[in-house]
Structure formats: C-alpha cells, structure tokens
C-alpha cells in the first residue's frame, strides 16, 4: 500500500505470490503433489515465480514423466507364450510419447532418466517385435551381451520373454542346420554313406538342452536325436540298430 492508501502492483504480485506459495506447501502437505504441480506450472505461467515455485515445478514435472513411462512400460509388452507370441498385443504408442515428455524436461533428476533409458531400449525392442525382425533383435540384445544388469527390473519380464523366443527360434535354426548337414544322400541300394556327419548336429543338440524350449522346437530336439543315433549306428555299421518299428 502507498502514502496514500492504495495497493502497488508490487504489492499485489507479493500477495499472489504468497497465496500461492502457500496453497503449494498445503497441498504438498497432504501428500497432493499434482495439486501443487499444477499450481506452480500455472503461477510461473502469469509471471509468479519464486525458488520454491521452480523446485515443486520441476519435481512435479520428473515425476509426472516418470510415471507416464512406468505406466507405459506395464502394459503393452508382448503376451503369449514361448513359440506362440501375439505380435498385436505390442503397443508402443504410449511410451514413445512418454519418453518424449521425459526428454523435455530440463532438470531431469537420476530416477526419470534411469528409467527413461530403459525405456528406449524397450520401445526399440518393440518396435522390432512388430517387424518381427529377428536378426536385429538378436543384434540389439547382443550389444548388452544379453544381460539385463543394466535394464530397470521393471523391464525385465518382458525382455526376458523376447530372449527366450531369439534363443528358442536359434536353436530351432541350428537343430534343422544339423540336420541338413551330414545327411545320408544317394538312393535304395546305392547310399553316399561317406556323406554322412555328425559334429554339427551334436553340437546342436547339445546347445539346445541349455533352456526353456517350445513345443515346435522340441519336437525337432527329437527328431534330430533320433537322425544323430541313426547316423552313429551307420557309421558303425550297426544295421541291425536301425530298424526302426
């Protein structure tokens, strides 16, 4: 108020400011960040401003992207099983939009952005499983030496079910490569029996016991077992062994 009574625009910018600092440390008291966030974005919006404003400002702002990424992180990841995943269950709308949030936040504290990170990977990961491009995702896991150490635990279900389903479709590929290689070649009477070759295909049974496999690629986990004891018992001469009922 001046000499002769009336309020100054100082004066009133300093009762704004007070109100509001006041309705932020209210609101902050009762456990209602939100609130108090959305209290000092609209304050700083007109003008009012002050270290305490910025600091509830930027807090609200970390973690409201902090919870935009760990909602969009638990939904859309594939769903399925091993050997049977449902590609259009992926979803990567939402947290690419996330991400952008969290990037435009200017003082980004370590949580939001140990988290952001993760969530690059995921969406890269994702966008990948759409393509259903294999090869690079194999590429990608394989830059982390596929291991999820440096990945949120938050992440690491849905990663874990995507490694699976490299290492299953791999052995899958290896077991037919095995197959494929070092087999009797000729015809009835007239068999090329110095074709045949085993190294490859114990190397891939061998490789293939190592984890969790699906029902497409156990069922050739046995059909190369039983080529391998067939190709043994030619290569010993063991005719009588090969009869099959």
Avoid at 31 to 57: H, P, W
Avoid at 207 to 231: C, F, M, V, Y
Wanted: hydrophobic residues 40%.
């Amino acid at each position: 108020v001046n000499a002769i009574g009336c309020e100054t625009s100082y004066g009133r910018n300093l009762k704004v400011l007070a109100e509001t600092t006041l309705n932020i440390r209210r609101a902050l008291e009762c456990g209602e960040l939100e609130k108090a966030g959305d209290e000092a974005e609209t304050a700083i919006r007109v003008g009012v401003s002050s270290d305490e404003i910025s600091a509830v400002q930027i807090e609200y702002r970390n973690r409201h992207a902090y919870n935009l990424i760990k909602d969009a992180l638990e939904r859309g990841g594939i769903q399925g099983t091993l050997g049977n995943l449902d590609f259009g269950s992926v979803e990567t709308s939402k947290l690419e939009h996330a991400i952008e949030v969290s990037e435009s936040v200017q003082d980004i504290i370590v949580v939001l952005k140990a988290i952001t990170e993760s969530a690059k990977f995921v969406l890269k990961v994702r966008f990948l499983l759409r393509k259903q491009q294999w090869q690079t995702l194999d590429t990608t896991f394989a830059e982390i030496s596929y291991n999820l150490g440096g990945i949120l635990e938050l992440c690491h279900k849905e990663l874990s079910i995507v490694i699976d389903e490299i290492n299953d479709r791999k052995v899958n590929a290896q077991l037919l490569s095995g197959l494929e290689e070092g087999a009797i070649t000729g015809s009835i009477g007239a068999l090329q029996l110095m074709t045949i070759n085993t190294d490859a295909l114990s190397h891939a049974i061998a490789s293939s016991e190592k984890g969790n496999l699906s029902p497409n690629t156990s069922q050739t986990l046995q059909t190369a077992k039983l080529i391998l004891r067939l190709r043994q018992c030619i290569n010993r001469d063991m005719w009588e062994a090969v009869k099959v009922d």
